[in-house]
């Protein structure tokens, strides 16, 4: 199974539903060929992280058709 290798890191807890999830993906993704190939794939959006400073520089990007603020905290 194309996850294994997230599986023996253990760097984040992964339980049986998310890699039976992940699998039926993967196999829509692949198709009857097989093969996962560019053209399987659509992009139609991003989570992109960072402090507001960060995130300045994306401002104005002819890229970004529209954003919104999730989740905001403080780390301490």
């Known amino acids: 199974m194309m996850f294994d290798s997230l599986k023996a890191t253990r760097l984040i807890p992964l339980t049986l ?17 097989g093969t996962l190939d560019k053209s399987d794939v659509k992009i139609i959006g991003a989570v992109v ?3 507001p400073k960060q995130l300045e520089s994306l401002q104005g990007q002819t890229y970004i058709k529209a954003s919104t603020f999730g989740v905001i905290s403080n780390r301490k």
């Not at 992940?22 to 829509?28: L, T």
Request: charged share 15%.
């Open 17 to 33: 539903s998310f890699f039976e999830e992940a699998n039926q993906v993967y196999q829509s993704l692949i198709g009857e060929n």
């Open 49 to 51: 992280t960072g402090t």
